[in-house]
């Protein structure tokens, strides 16, 4: 028995994205009990030359709409999150939700053998099969971002635990 | 056309731990250049309550001893690093890196629909496929403990960049 390249993809969405969820919902809770300042704790790093929260969040859904995008041969938008507060992302998750939910499982799972170009960094690209571009490229970068995320919001105080961490396992 | 769940663990393997391999070689080298004390980064957290560097990179490991080994049907054994220099963890690594090699991997493609009993926290057990348990609690706890390693190593000044993280992609 294999597994589907739709199953990978549409298992982030449902599990991590529902996990991102209730994480942003538990740091909105902790901000608003200790009075923290959601702006600054959006701009919080793990260190001075990495990116803040507020990017580790808007890079993990951008690697999923752009790759899922990319995967089904739509053109790849981006996303931008330009919302300062944990309650007005929410919504906005769950909308990228919704217009992943849309991505086409049949055409997701015809994609093992074709070559993607992927730009990675300056003026490198490198060439993926499909199957390759989602479990060497899409799922480390998703996990690595999502994992930031996290480790910056604990790092700040929000009581998070692993469980919040990876969602929803039995659904 | 569909992924293999062997092609997703040993790629984890190929691709990840050798990633693991050059970002140990890095802080060594930068522990080295600076005279940091490397247990003491070993002890480094990205917060106080929780786990150390040391824990993050045993963590990562035995997700895979155990989990290829619960996977194939063999009593899943617990990794202990004990040592508390980088150089020292490295030939570690890379022997489980052998050790994981040989897991089997039509043994392990036929356990899709196999139902595992996954330990998940006290008291709690929880069923899954095996495909299940690769993608929905393998993948994204390997990848956090992993990540989290990388974040407490750049909160301490080691010079790594996301390449680092990703690895071998094509290989």
């Not at 480390?140 to 692993?162: C, E």
């Amino acid at each position: 028995m294999t597994i589907k390249i739709s199953e990978v993809f549409h298992g982030l969405n449902t599990q991590q994205l529902t996990a991102l969820i209730n994480i942003l919902n538990k740091a909105d809770a902790h901000a608003k009990e200790t009075g923290a300042d959601q702006g600054e704790l959006l701009d919080a790093r793990i260190t001075e030359d990495m990116h803040p929260l507020s990017w580790q969040i808007q890079t993990s859904l951008e690697l999923l709409v752009r790759g899922g995008a990319r995967l089904v041969g739509l053109e790849p938008g981006s996303v931008s999150l330009e919302e300062r507060e944990f309650s007005k992302l929410v919504p906005r998750v769950k909308e990228i939700q919704a217009q992943l939910t849309k991505m086409d499982s049949n055409v997701l799972d015809q994609i093992g053998d074709k070559i993607f170009e992927i730009p990675a960094g300056p003026d490198t690209i490198i060439s993926l099969s499909g199957n390759d571009y989602v479990l060497k490229f899409l799922l480390p970068n998703f996990y690595f971002h999502l994992s930031t995320a996290y480790d910056i919001l604990r790092m700040r105080g929000v009581p998070l635990s692993k469980r919040d961490f990876l969602g929803p396992i039995t659904t």
